[in-house]
Antibody
Framework: EVQLVESGGGLVKPGGSLRLSCAAS????????MNWVRQAPGKGLEWVSS????????FYADSVKGRFTISRDNAKNSLYLQMNSLRDEDTAVYYC????????????WGQGTLVTVSS | EIVLTQSPATLSLSPGERATLSCRAS??????LAWYQHKPGQAPRLLIH???NRATGIPARFSGSGSGTDFTLTISSLEPEDFAVYYC?????????FGGGTKVEI
């Protein structure tokens, strides 16, 4: 079964840092682009970042550029999101998702991990 | 940056009825559009990719149509489990943004 499991969420103060992880299983992780998408409370889905299968290309939403870093370890079947200089507006459920195409067709998604930025 | 506008924001229907959801792009995305279903507390689910192709395991009552700037997701006969929020997303260029969503409620 193809599965993605996020971890690492929690409560952090504004200006703080957090590292999210996404553990993949059931498929050849190194063959797929991977993505992070978030949903703030009461809001819709927002694309955050994408990384190619080899890590050769990376893209970020303007809202997180310069603060967040996406990375992957294909030997560990894992995707990461390093989040620095966190702001209140970064509060959201963060999902990782496998990309079946460049920049889209996200399938499947993990269950998400909640990040709360508050003093 | 391509903006996707979904309408209506909320669709109030009964089980068995037909649902028609719209997604309009601010510029052409060709057929590079996907639809997702999202229920509270669950992972979003890919329904349709490349405008018209059902994803693996998606029931035939879900269908997608359109190209260029105007797209439609149709649910031919609503089942109780179909009441959820639906999002479109383009992959024409970066950023691959989502629309604002349509809530299908009972």
């Amino acid at each position: 079964e193809v599965q993605l499991v996020e971890s690492g969420g929690g409560l952090v103060k504004p200006g703080g840092s957090l590292r999210l992880s996404c553990a993949a299983s059931g498929f050849n992780f190194s063959n797929y682009n991977m993505n992070w998408v978030r949903q703030a409370p009461g809001k819709g889905l927002e694309w955050v970042s994408s990384i190619s299968s080899s890590g050769s290309w990376i893209f970020y939403a303007d809202s997180v550029k310069g603060r967040f870093t996406i990375s992957r370890d294909n030997a560990k079947n894992s995707l990461y999101l390093q989040m620095n200089s966190l702001r209140d507006e970064d509060t959201a459920v963060y999902y990782c998702a496998r990309g079946l195409a460049v920049a889209g067709n996200f399938d499947p998604w993990g269950q998400g991990t909640l990040v709360t930025v508050s003093s | 940056e391509i903006v996707l506008t979904q309408s209506p924001a909320t669709l109030s229907l009964s089980p068995g009825e037909r649902a028609t959801l719209s997604c309009r792009a601010s510029q052409s995305v060709s057929n590079s559009l996907a639809w997702y279903q999202h229920k509270p507390g669950q992972a979003p689910r890919l329904l349709i990719h490349d405008a018209t192709n059902r994803a693996t395991g998606i029931p035939a009552r879900f269908s997608g149509s359109g190209s260029g700037t105007d797209f439609t997701l149709t649910i031919s006969s609503l089942e109780p489990e179909d009441f959820a929020v639906y999002y479109c997303q383009h992959r024409s260029n970066w950023p691959p943004d989502f629309g604002g969503g349509t809530k299908v409620e009972i």
